[in-house]
């Protein structure tokens, strides 16, 4: 069997929020979570056929979160269903905390400073892709992120369980833009894209600056974004699922042969569609 193993190959996708202005969330980077995890105690919640498991490590304002989260589970199980399909697990874990120690300890680990704006953290313990089984997977939530508005609660929710629902479909070394990006597409509403991001060069969205802290990372994760919605706006929905697949599964191409492969057209008529999409 193909499985990975978590702390070498394996990774997360994060969330970081803003409280203070209660930003719209979107991902902040990608993270090595631990092993052997387990949430067996928690008893399910119902949401069609999925059964979800609420685990609360945090006390009282954790207890607040989780009923925020199970009230907004319904709607963002349907946004996730809408576009990706119903083939994914029926078996969802979600994890609340109440210390940055705890949310370490069942996320994953590194440096305090690298959690200090993550929201949420989507990790697994194992993938089996010929399979597609995840082992272990969850998505833990940080002490702040009890703080959150409800909208910013509802996009973060349903971009981590987007991850949840493509983790047996998505490889170690997928592009984190693609990843990340699709996901907001899912969970956040559309918007303008703002004047001053927009000119007459528009490179596509690239790890390294996602990887690049400050407002690059910023930019990068909006552009990863814009990109997903160009793709469905140009192409359709459907055809913006089938470029996640074909440019994030195992043994993917880059994205520009995915691009062919999948939305029928070369390089550089997908840079100037997305030039043309970004200055419109």
Known sequence: MAWVFVVEL????????????????????LIAPVQGYSNAAAKPLLVGDRAVRLLNLGGPAAAGLLSRIAANMGSAVERVEAFWGVDWSR???????????????????????QWADIAAVTVADQV???HRVAVGQRIVFAPGAANMSESALRIVLTHELFHYAARVDTADDAPHWMMEGV???????????????RSAYQPMPSDIDLNTPGPTRSLAY??????????????????????????????????????NDALGVDPAGLLAGWTQWMVR
Do not use: M, N
């Open 10 to 29: 394996l990774a997360a996708a994060a969330v970081p929020f803003d409280a203070a202005r209660e930003r719209q969330a979107r991902p902040a980077q």
């Open 128 to 130: 089996d892709y010929a």
């Open 222 to 259: 909006d552009r990863a974004w814009w990109f997903a919605r160009f793709v469905a706006d140009t192409y359709g929905t459907p055809k913006l699922r089938a470029y996640y697949l074909a440019t994030c599964r195992p043994g993917h191409p880059d994205a520009l042969t995915a691009a």
């Open 183 to 197: 996901a907001d597409f899912v969970a956040r509403p559309a918007a303008p894209v703002p004047a001053e991001a």
């Open 91 to 113: 078996d969802i874990s979600v994890v609340a905390t109440g210390t940055d120690e705890q949310f370490r300890s069942a996320a994953g680990s590194g440096p305090g400073s």
